[in-house]
């Protein structure tokens, strides 16, 4: 499992060793090249400067340069050479025979078996060389390295240590929070409180708006569970009591009247399932619709209205369609269904009998879609009472589940929708108007 606190631990030591390494690298290579320019200026400058003691013809006295027991420990870090004619005429203790760099006509410097040689060419067929042992340049180097980075060395495991700390303690109120939330109980949905850290604000905003949610939910699903279970309570008790009326009663015209409203009671029954079933499925936010779903007005109302003519027919309705043309409006097919069949069902069971007309009309990035009946229109307290769950009109006509309205709200919240009552005018039937987000036949809007 990935921890933050590993991570971070691992990336910030890694860091610490890496930059360790990385100063280490640059200092001794920084102050080898120091050293080296400023060694190779004295090896040129004492060379020119010992040229002027030897004169022409006159080798200087190999004794002066003579070391004593003392000093012999010195011949490994510097010698030098006197040729003459191709010949050594004087040289350092355990010099080789040899010249320690080739003999040109010209100045010359030159690194080689572990010597930093210069060669200064003089008159009379002369050379002087000196040489500096490469050993004793790097010994200098590592020991001033080293004196720069023991410290850091030694540093090192308090680095560690505050690192630890201080990683531990910018932690802890991730960790204060990840505990509060492991000791909640379920019925626990308060907002979350505590320090205010800046880093942790944007996630405790997101969790209470999350809390808050659950909680208008939960409160949601308890009250539907309580009004779903009290309806059908109440229809389960109207079945049972026309079905022990059909058993009890000997009246055969009577025991058949009863078994047609027990039949009738089982059709309620199947509608409010069914609409308990959908509008359990559309109360959680299911966020916007899908890119490209879209639905045709004229063949919605055309399908829908070829489906409910038997409900037409059983209130003595009549179902038209006004609209000839297609009228796309982005919602999906089944949704736009769900809609329109719940309002024309709500217009056959609670209005005169007439006619129900389904009109749509394309205004500005809109469609307007009526369903126009022969009643008087619902007032605004009918319209806030009815969009209710479980309130149903009072005009006897059918037996609904009082749930249409609120599965319709919660369609076209989901889509960008909204639902408007006009009342009965002179010449402008009554009709419940639907606003949806025009589109077309590619579902593009």
């Given at each position: 499992?990935?921890?933050?606190?590993?991570?971070?631990?691992?990336?910030?030591?890694?860091?610490?060793?890496?930059?360790?390494?990385?100063?280490?690298?640059?200092?001794?290579?920084?102050?080898?090249?120091?050293?080296?320019?400023?060694?190779?200026?004295?090896?040129?400058?004492?060379?020119?400067?010992?040229?002027?003691?030897?004169?022409?013809?006159?080798?200087?006295?190999?004794?002066?340069?003579?070391?004593?027991?003392?000093?012999?420990?010195?011949?490994?870090?510097?010698?030098?050479?006197?040729?003459?004619?191709?010949?050594?005429?004087?040289?350092?203790?355990?010099?080789?025979?040899?010249?320690?760099?080739?003999?040109?006509?010209?100045?010359?410097?030159?690194?080689?078996?572990?010597?930093?040689?210069?060669?200064?060419?003089?008159?009379?067929?002369?050379?002087?060389?000196?040489?500096?042992?490469?050993?004793?340049?790097?010994?200098?180097?590592?020991?001033?390295?080293?004196?720069?980075?023991?410290?850091?060395?030694?540093?090192?495991?308090?680095?560690?240590?505050?690192?630890?700390?201080?990683?531990?303690?910018?932690?802890?109120?991730?960790?204060?929070?990840?505990?509060?939330?492991?000791?909640?109980?379920?019925?626990?949905?308060?907002?979350?409180?505590?320090?205010?850290?800046?880093?942790?604000?944007?996630?405790?905003?997101?969790?209470?708006?999350?809390?808050?949610?659950?909680?208008?939910?939960?409160?949601?699903?308890?009250?539907?569970?309580?009004?779903?279970?009290?309806?059908?309570?109440?229809?389960?008790?109207?079945?049972?009591?026309?079905?022990?009326?059909?058993?009890?009663?000997?009246?055969?015209?009577?025991?058949?009247?009863?078994?047609?409203?027990?039949?009738?009671?089982?059709?309620?029954?199947?509608?409010?399932?069914?609409?308990?079933?959908?509008?359990?499925?559309?109360?959680?936010?299911?966020?916007?619709?899908?890119?490209?779903?879209?639905?045709?007005?004229?063949?919605?109302?055309?399908?829908?209205?070829?489906?409910?003519?038997?409900?037409?027919?059983?209130?003595?309705?009549?179902?038209?369609?006004?609209?000839?043309?297609?009228?796309?409006?982005?919602?999906?097919?089944?949704?736009?269904?769900?809609?329109?069949?719940?309002?024309?069902?709500?217009?056959?069971r609670y209005t005169p009998a007439g006619i129900v007309t389904i009109n749509a009309a394309l205004e500005g990035g809109s469609v307007r879609v009526e369903v126009a009946d022969s009643?008087?229109?619902?007032?605004?307290?009918?319209?806030?009472?009815?969009?209710?769950?479980?309130?149903?009109?009072?005009?006897?006509?059918?037996?609904g589940a009082g749930l249409g309205l609120s599965i319709v709200g919660a369609i076209l919240a989901l889509y960008g929708g909204s639902l408007e009552y006009r009342q009965y005018q002179?010449?402008?039937?009554?009709?419940?108007?639907?606003?949806?987000?025009?589109?077309?036949?590619?579902?593009?809007?």
């Amino acid at each position: 499992m990935f921890s933050i606190r590993r991570f971070l631990l691992g990336s910030l030591l890694l860091v610490i060793l890496a930059g360790g390494l990385l100063l280490a690298v640059f200092t001794y290579r920084t102050a080898y090249h120091e050293l080296d320019e400023q060694y190779d200026a004295e090896l040129v400058q004492s060379a020119h400067l010992l040229a002027g003691f030897w004169q022409e013809g006159y080798p200087p006295d190999a004794s002066l340069a003579a070391l004593d027991a003392n000093e012999t420990r010195y011949l490994r870090y510097f010698v030098y050479q006197l040729w003459r004619d191709g010949e050594l005429v004087a040289a350092s203790g355990n010099t080789p025979s040899t010249p320690l760099i080739p003999l040109l006509p010209t100045p010359h410097y030159q690194e080689i078996n572990g010597w930093h040689g210069y060669s200064l060419p003089l008159s009379g067929e002369r050379w002087l060389i000196l040489a500096e042992s490469d050993k004793t340049r790097r010994s200098m180097v590592q020991n001033l390295a080293a004196s720069v980075l023991a410290p850091y060395l030694v540093s090192v495991p308090f680095i560690i240590a505050l690192v630890w700390l201080s990683i531990h303690w910018g932690l802890s109120p991730l960790v204060v929070l990840a505990k509060s939330l492991s000791q909640r109980s379920p019925d626990n949905l308060a907002p979350l409180g505590g320090k205010p850290v800046r880093e942790l604000e944007p996630v405790k905003k997101a969790l209470n708006h999350l809390l808050a949610r659950l909680e208008v939910g939960i409160e949601r699903e308890k009250r539907f569970t309580a009004d779903a279970a009290h309806e059908l309570r109440t229809l389960l008790m109207v079945l049972r009591l026309h079905a022990e009326n059909a058993r009890n009663i000997n009246d055969e015209s009577q025991r058949e009247a009863s078994l047609l409203r027990l039949e009738d009671a089982v059709g309620r029954a199947e509608r409010m399932l069914e609409q308990l079933l959908v509008l359990a499925r559309l109360d959680p936010s299911l966020g916007p619709p899908k890119e490209g779903s879209c639905a045709d007005v004229l063949t919605v109302a055309r399908e829908t209205v070829a489906s409910l003519v038997p409900l037409g027919d059983r209130f003595h309705q009549q179902l038209e369609v006004g609209l000839s043309s297609p009228v796309w409006v982005a919602i999906p097919h089944e949704a736009l269904q769900l809609v329109l069949r719940n309002l024309i069902d709500n217009a056959c069971r609670y209005t005169p009998a007439g006619i129900v007309t389904i009109n749509a009309a394309l205004e500005g990035g809109s469609v307007r879609v009526e369903v126009a009946d022969s009643g008087e229109g619902l007032s605004h307290s009918q319209q806030q009472r009815y969009s209710e769950r479980f309130s149903r009109g009072g005009s006897g006509k059918g037996e609904g589940a009082g749930l249409g309205l609120s599965i319709v709200g919660a369609i076209l919240a989901l889509y960008g929708g909204s639902l408007e009552y006009r009342q009965y005018q002179a010449g402008c039937p009554a009709a419940a108007i639907v606003t949806l987000p025009a589109s077309d036949a590619k579902g593009t809007l």
